[in-house]
C-alpha cells in the first residue's frame, strides 16, 4: 500500500460490515469502579448538546472485544480488551457521561479532530493569495481546529452493524474560519484480531485545507491506572520536528539520535522524559512533537509505533498511511477532570499517538500538502491493534 503526499489521498478498501444491530449498551456489568471492566452506560450519554441528540454506540467482536463511541465529536469513548489475565480492561481515557465530554477542561478526549489536526501558527494560512484568519485557541495558535472543531460539535451518526460505526458531519464554508463546505464521514471497524480501523473520507466545495486524526487517551494498564511513564514505547521515526516555544514546528527535520526522542527500540515513555537540558522538552513540557515515520513504513500494514503496558502486558501496535505521529506525553494534565471510575485526570497518566500530516503544513512549503481541492478526495486511514504479550 503506497501513500502519495499529494493533495489526493491514498485510500484503502472498506472492511466487509457485518449484519446491522442497533444495540446501544453494554452487556458487561460493572464490577470495578477504578479500573473500568465495563462500558458507560448508553443512558448516560443520551442528552441533548447544541440542540441534538447524542447516544452512546457500541461495537463488538467474536473475540469478546468491545468498544463504545458518542456522536459527540464522534468520540472513542472505551475500549475493552482482555490483559495477560484475560482481565478485560479499558484502555481509552475518558468520562462515563456525555456532559462530562462536553465540559471537561481538556477538550479532546477521543476526538475525531477537524478540519486541521494539529497547530496552525498564528491561526492563519494563505492559499490562492487570499489569508485566512482562523480561530485562536491555543496561545497565538490555532490547535485542532479552533474551540468550534470537529471534537466540540455533534454528528450524525450510523451503526453498521454489530462491529462499526459511521459518523458524518457538514462543516459549512468559513465555520472556524476554513473555506469551502467540507462533506465529513469517518468509519470506526471493530476487527476480529482487536483492532480498531479508523478511515475518514471528505469533500469540498472550495480549495481548503484538510487535515483529520484522532485523539484518544490511552493507558494500556487501564484508565484511572496511574502513570504511562513505565510503558515501553517504540515509533519507526529516525527524525522528527523541532518546535518553538508555542510548539509550532520550525520547518526542518531532526535526527533523533542521541536526544531523548529516540524511539527507535523500545524504550520507557519516562526514561528521558525530565533531561533538563533538553530545550525540546521544555517546549513541550516533556513530550507533545511529530515524528517523520521512516518511509514505506507508512503503508498502512506495518506497524509505525508499539506500546507496551508494562502491568497489565497489553500491546498496542498503531498503522497509518499518513507521514507523520503526534506522541503526547499527558503533559497538560492536570487533575481538573474526574473520568471514569471518578479517578482524575493526573499528570501523565494517559498518552496519544496521533497519525497525521504535519503541524502547520499550510505554512511550511517543504511539509507534506495538506491541500483540498474541490473534485478531489481526502481519503486516509489508521488502526490501533491490541494484542498481550
Known amino acids: 500500500m503506497k501513500f502519495f503526499h499529494q493533495p489526493l489521498f491514498f485510500c484503502t478498501t472498506l472492511l466487509v460490515l457485518a449484519a446491522c444491530n442497533n444495540n446501544s449498551g453494554s452487556t458487561l456489568q460493572k464490577n470495578d469502579t477504578t479500573m473500568n471492566t465495563a462500558l458507560p452506560q448508553a443512558k448516560d450519554f443520551e442528552e441533548t448538546v447544541q440542540g441534538k441528540p447524542t447516544r452512546l454506540f457500541v461495537l463488538k467482536n467474536a473475540s469478546g472485544a468491545q468498544a463504545a463511541f458518542t456522536n459527540y465529536g464522534a468520540r472513542w469513548v472505551s475500549m475493552l480488551v482482555p490483559d495477560k489475565t484475560g482481565k478485560l480492561t479499558d484502555v481509552v481515557v475518558g468520562f462515563d457521561r456525555v456532559e462530562d465530554f462536553v465540559a471537561s477542561s481538556e477538550p479532546f478526549f477521543g476526538a475525531t479532530i477537524g478540519r486541521y489536526g494539529n497547530r496552525i501558527k498564528g491561526g492563519r494560512f494563505t492559499l490562492n493569495g487570499k489569508t485566512y484568519q482562523l480561530d485562536v485557541n491555543n496561545g497565538p495558535n490555532t490547535l485542532h481546529g479552533g474551540k468550534g472543531g470537529f471534537h466540540n460539535v ?21 465555520e472556524m474560519g476554513f473555506p469551502g463546505t467540507l462533506q465529513v464521514t469517518v468509519t470506526y471497524t471493530l476487527t476480529a484480531d482487536n483492532s480498531m480501523k479508523v478511515q475518514y473520507h471528505a469533500t469540498t466545495d472550495k480549495p481548503t485545507v484538510c487535515h483529520l486524526t484522532n485523539h484518544a487517551f490511552f493507558n494500556l494498564n487501564g484508565n484511572g491506572s496511574g502513570t504511562i511513564n513505565n510503558h515501553l514505547l517504540q515509533i519507526l521515526a529516525d527524525e522528527y520536528t523541532p518546535v518553538d516555544s508555542t510548539l509550532i514546528p520550525l520547518g526542518k527535520h531532526q535526527s533523533v539520535k542521541s536526544t531523548p526522542f529516540d524511539f527507535t527500540q523500545p524504550t520507557a515513555i519516562g526514561a528521558r522524559v525530565n533531561d533538563s537540558s533538553n530545550q525540546q522538552l521544555k517546549y513541550g513540557k516533556g513530550y507533545d512533537h511529530n515524528f517523520v515515520l521512516r518511509q514505506g513504513v507508512n503503508n498502512g500494514t506495518t506497524p509505525v509505533a508499539t506500546v507496551t503496558g508494562d502491568a497489565s502486558g497489553i500491546v498496542m501496535e498503531v498503522f497509518t498511511v499518513e507521514p507523520g505521529l503526534q506522541f503526547y506525553g499527558g503533559n497538560f494534565m492536570q487533575s481538573k477532570n474526574k473520568l471514569k471510575g471518578g479517578v482524575k485526570d493526573d499528570f501523565r497518566t494517559a498518552f496519544c499517538l496521533e497519525t497525521q500530516h504535519f503541524p502547520d503544513s499550510p505554512n ?12 478531489q478526495t481526502y481519503q486516509t486511514v489508521s488502526a490501533y491493534r491490541f494484542t498481550v504479550k
Open 154 to 174: 455533534v454528528w450524525t451518526g450510523q451503526q453498521l452493524g454489530d462491529s462499526a460505526v459511521q459518523f458524518s458531519y457538514t462543516s459549512p464554508d468559513g
Open 364 to 375: 511550511q512549503p517543504t511539509f507534506p500538502s495538506t491541500l483540498l481541492q474541490p473534485g
